[in-house]
């Protein structure tokens, strides 16, 4: 117990723990009928239901006989199994909302996300699609989050967290916490778990932003109180309070009542002999997390915020299945990209089809919202952490994000044919229109991907008119066309395919050597060596625009794909994680590898492309693995594809060996970044994870490369004071972490199948830097660098019977700072859940300070709509308030961005 605190409140919340899927699939954990059955195992104990019974019971409990009961609380996490069982149980859930009063929704999402692992943005709209359900269902919204299960969390979760106006949040698992309480290395930390054992286990958790959150840490886990009925009351509750009380910094405590698919306890009853009989001076609460939360902010005993590191916990999983994980980002940006295209499409049919519009727009929306629902199941932490047993990764997860992405892709892809069906083109003789998207929330320039229907003859064409003049293009080795275009933010632009020669500017070349053993890529900000010599790996990296332009930025041989034995990990964990005895990953020295092919497969001038086939050799069995290099005119970076599969017991890595010792790693994070540095727990590799960049810094603070990606998020030190930087390709590793069900090791391991990872590597100079040198995120440069990498430029061939409806460019929406360096940038423009005919856009500004913006609806206005209000609202899309009212003028909205993100909503007319 922290000095002068006396505990008088110990509060007892009855709430299940319910996993969108893991051992079973969702539709049995739903409705266990027949009972499903794992040999003779049963996933649910004799004190634990499907979720269907589980509800059905807290219903009997909140209301007996149809009555509320004011003494019984019941708080509810995930909306998936909740929505599935209003729909199935109406009659139940009608009794289930008359006592509403005493239910809470905490956290709200579709399901209990992972904060580390999915893309920032399908993070929010899992609690958006939740929240927007039950708030029309049952006219209830959650205050706080609830994350108990996560395997480590987002150092700046706060952000999101405060951007959803969510108060406070609960989680459990951290390093140096249960089941392996492995300590820092010598010299560290503390662990986050002593931190909080010593400090306090309630905080204000501050991100770098100023973004805060009431935290709480479940120090005795979730299921803390899943033993409590009345007959034992009088000692569970006493063992609650000798547990909890020596580490909290306020009169009153919180016990979790429940666990995994734990029926509910009829805690109204313990509550009352404990108050009864115990003769204790400790009052105990049946009540909620909020009950909880309200009482430690009131206490005034919280003290400032903390910075809070709260990772890694579990790091195996951020390179464990990586299929998962590109198919989840893949699905999210085609879904924010159709939101945006969508909004365009249909925007001039505001004019010109009045009701119609009105049923358009209700059918669009409703599409996107099925979208967003089958998408969002996939942030679960047992999800796209891919630690789910195997027939349900094989058998649910991969189809369902497989089926997310085609139809997500569908969605942008047909909202974008109805744009390029409307433009206003003006060809000039024997020109073919082409228009060109851009779904970023900011201007750039870029080469341009243009898919080539296999009925279009293009031979006769040989340059691209472009609203800035005629440009070379190029046809691609997977069949399309390469151009460079600029476009505005969240627009597009057309431009002409044209029989005018043009000859570029500048251009990307590969140059081989006599013997063709090695081969040279090269633009006018960078040149890479690659060799046979070094298996097709990277020789050299030179920074054509730095002070030593002949210096290589790397200190050996880069990109080799390298084999770390993991025979005790598990999905889960790296062998290392599972014990403080355990060793650190090794790399296998003894692998082999021969070259079995070489292509170059384009030449130029605005992109250049190399591949290599590979064999390697490990413990005695070959497996083939595949090279590429992509290098693009003017971009100062050079991209890269690793293609194979992971041997069964290994981790496999690819391995950059930089100029000097990596220090620290600057890096994105779901929805903005850090740059602290890392506390290790073991030698070896130690993973982050990290959002589309990282700035690997050494010792001063310089940076010695920028590492761009856009569903890879393992990278990390491949050692303590090394110059090597890995990052996660697959993993394979030896342990079956299901055994204790007992399910059976899948054939091969938990993942022996072939995978592609894309990533680049960007040379030091233009990364931007503070004062003293050091790599400074805080102007989004990097970020914007990398988004772009991400999510090209595309195009698409105008039809013949174009109707002219729609300009030849428009910029739907862009935001601008009132002064300063930092750039901010727009993430989302959609309609408003509960009212489709208003615009939602959210901007995100990497500053950490406060910034003047001015949000411009200029293409709105072209499209024929007007601006009529302006409000801020969290991402939730709930009012805020007492909030500040943003300036309208005309098409312009300035408001003061106090955080890294905020939510606009519009309301406009045609």
């Not at 430690?296 to 998962?324: D, E, K, M, N």
């Not at 969508?342 to 409703?366: F, P």
Request: net charge negative; charged share 15%; hydrophobic share 40%.
């Amino acid at each position: 117990m922290k000095t002068g605190v006396t505990i008088s409140k110990v509060i007892l919340c009855t709430t299940p723990h319910l996993d969108w899927d893991w051992i079973l699939p969702f539709t049995a954990l739903c409705s266990n009928i027949p009972p499903y059955r794992i040999g003779e195992y049963s996933y649910f104990s004799s004190t634990g239901g499907d979720a269907f019974t589980i509800f059905s019971q807290a219903t009997d409990l909140l209301a007996p006989n149809g009555t509320p009961d004011p003494a019984y609380f019941y708080s509810i996490c995930e909306m998936g199994f909740l929505k599935a069982f209003t729909d199935a149980n109406p009659q139940i859930a009608g009794v289930l909302k008359q006592a509403a009063s005493n239910l809470e929704i905490l956290g709200g999402g579709i399901t209990s996300p992972d904060s580390l692992l999915p893309h920032g943005e399908a993070f929010i709209r899992n609690y958006l699609t939740g929240t927007s359900w039950v708030q029309q269902a049952y006219g209830l919204f959650p205050k706080h989050a609830y994350v108990p299960d996560d395997f480590g969390h987002d150092s700046q979760l706060p952000v999101m967290l405060a951007a959803m106006g969510l108060q406070g949040v609960a989680f459990e698992r951290v390093p140096g916490g249960q089941p392996t309480n492995i300590p820092p290395l010598k010299g560290q930390g503390p662990s986050p778990a002593q931190w909080m054992t010593d400090n306090g286990t309630e905080f204000v958790w501050g991100a770098r932003d100023g973004s805060t959150a009431i935290a709480h840490w479940l120090m005795a886990g979730y299921g803390q109180g899943s033993g409590l009925d009345p007959s034992n009351a009088l000692t569970q509750i006493q063992l609650y309070i000798d547990a909890n009380a020596p580490s909290s910094v306020t009169p009153t405590l919180y016990v979790p009542v429940g666990t995994d698919f734990a029926l509910p306890t009829d805690t109204a009853s313990c509550v009352e002999i404990w108050n009864q009989q115990s003769g204790s001076a400790v009052t105990a609460v049946a009540g909620t997390f909020d009950d909880y939360i309200q009482a430690i902010v009131g206490s005034g005993l919280l003290g400032a915020p903390q910075a809070f590191r709260p990772q890694p916990y579990y790091s195996g999983c951020y390179q464990t299945r990586p299929r998962l994980k590109r198919l989840h980002y893949d699905a999210t940006r085609a879904l924010l990209g159709a939101e945006i295209f969508g909004v365009i499409a249909g925007a001039r049919n505001a004019q010109t089809c009045g009701g119609a519009w009105t049923v358009e727009l209700q059918a669009r929306t409703s599409a996107l919202r099925e979208a967003w629902l089958g998408l969002v199941p996939s942030t679960h932490h047992d999800f796209i952490t891919g630690t789910a047993a195997d027939y349900v990764y094989r058998g649910e997860q991969l189809p369902r994000l497989t089926a997310a992405r085609t139809g997500a892709n569908g969605l942008r892809r047909d909202a974008m044919r109805e744009i390029a069906a409307q433009v206003t083109a003006a060809p000039q003789s024997g020109e073919q229109p082409v228009v060109v998207f851009n779904q970023l929330g900011f201007a750039r320039t870029g080469l341009v991907e243009l898919a080539v229907p296999p009925t279009q003859n293009l031979a006769a064409f040989s340059s691209v008119r472009t609203p800035n003049g005629s440009v070379p293009f190029q046809a691609d080795a997977d069949g399309g066309l390469l151009f460079p275009a600029t476009c505005d933010s969240l627009g597009y632009t057309t431009c002409y395919l044209s029989t005018d020669t043009v000859q570029p500017t500048t251009q990307a070349t590969i140059t081989t050597s006599d013997d063709g053993a090695s081969y040279t890529l090269a633009n006018a900000l960078i040149s890479v060596d690659v060799s046979a010599a070094s298996m097709w790996a990277i020789d050299t990296i030179l920074d054509l625009r730095s002070a030593n332009p002949q210096a290589n930025v790397l200190g050996g041989t880069s990109n080799q794909v390298g084999f770390y034995l993991d025979a005790d990990g598990n999905n889960y964990r790296y062998s290392c994680e599972q014990g403080a005895s355990y060793p650190p990953l090794k790399l296998d020295t003894s692998v082999t590898t021969v070259v079995t092919g070489v292509q170059v497969l384009e030449t130029g001038p605005l992109r250049v492309r190399l591949q290599a086939q590979l064999t390697c050799t490990v413990a005695g069995a070959d497996y083939p693995y595949q090279l590429e290099y992509l290098l693009a005119a003017d971009e100062p970076f050079v991209r890269m594809r690793t293609t194979g599969n992971c041997p069964f017991g290994y981790s496999a890595m690819t391995m950059f060996d930089l100029s000097a010792e990596v220090d620290v790693i600057a890096q994105g994070t779901p929805y903005h970044w850090d740059d602290a540095r890392q506390v290790r727990y073991w030698t070896g590799p130690s993973m982050q994870a990290t959002h589309d960049f990282l700035i690997p810094e050494n010792t001063s603070g310089a940076p010695l490369c920028a590492i761009y990606h856009g569903a890879m998020p393992a990278w990390g030190q491949g050692d303590q004071n090394s110059t090597l930087l890995v990052g996660g390709l697959a993993r394979n590793p030896g342990e079956n972490y299901f055994g204790w069900c007992p399910i059976p090791a899948p054939p091969g391991g938990i993942d022996p199948d072939v995978h592609t990872l894309e990533y680049a590597f960007r040379v030091p100079t233009g990364i931007t830097v503070d004062s003293d040198g050091k790599a400074d995120p805080s102007d989004g440069a990097q970020l914007i660098e990398a988004l772009a990498y991400t999510t090209p430029l595309t195009a698409l061939i105008a039809p013949p019977n174009s109707t002219t409806a729609l300009p030849a460019s428009i910029s739907l929406a862009s935001v601008s700072a009132a002064s300063g360096t930092s750039t901010p940038i727009l993430t989302v423009a959609k309609p408003s859940e509960a009212d489709p005919a208003s615009l939602i856009l959210r901007a995100y500004q990497p500053s950490n300070a406060s910034m003047d913006v001015t949000v411009s609806l200029a293409g709105l206005q072209t499209l024929g709509g007007t601006v009529n209000d302006a409000s801020l609202v969290t991402a939730l899309e709930q009012s805020i308030s007492g909030g500040q009212t943003p300036t309208v003028t005309g098409a312009d909205i300035a408001f003061t961005a106090e955080l890294a993100l905020a939510t606009l909503k519009v309301g406009w007319s045609a």
